[in-house]
């Protein structure tokens, strides 16, 4: 069974980071195409934020968040992470981790796992 694990959420102030993971358990990270990160503030309909290529590591973002946010990998420990910087209180959200086989152009469609999401609140 393919299961999919956020953490490092929690609460932080304006302008400072939080470092999320997510770690992959039933399958390696290496049999998905793509890997990404979304999240979803209340009231709001769920955003793409950015992905992973698995084979060459390319790497995508939404322009909301370029410039502030990194996606990255540790094979060893099966875990893609996101980092993010100069966090805003619009970045506030539950961010969630999701995986495909799809290798298509489109990093923010076609998802077969999702994660279960962990918090992250960013006050100002």
């Known amino acids: 069974q393919v299961q999919l694990v956020e953490s490092g959420g929690g609460l932080v102030q304006a302008g400072g980071s939080l470092r999320l993971s997510c770690a992959a358990s039933?399958?390696?990270?290496?049999?998905?195409?793509?890997v990404g990160w979304f999240r979803q503030a209340p009231g709001k309909e769920r955003e793409f934020v950015a992905a992973?290529?698995?084979?060459?590591?390319?790497?995508y973002y939404a322009d909301s968040v370029k410039g502030r946010f990194t996606i990255s990998r540790d094979n060893t420990k099966n875990t893609v992470y996101l980092q993010g910087n100069s966090l805003k209180p619009e970045d506030t959200a539950v961010y969630y981790c999701?995986?495909?086989?799809?290798?298509?152009?489109?990093?923010?469609?076609?998802?077969?796992?999702w994660g279960q999401g962990t918090q992250v609140t960013v006050s100002s």
């Open positions: 999701a995986a495909r086989y799809y290798s298509g152009t489109d990093p923010r469609r076609e998802y077969d796992y």
């Open positions: 039933g399958r390696t990270f290496s049999g998905y195409a793509m």
């Open positions: 992973m290529r698995w084979s060459g590591g390319s790497t």
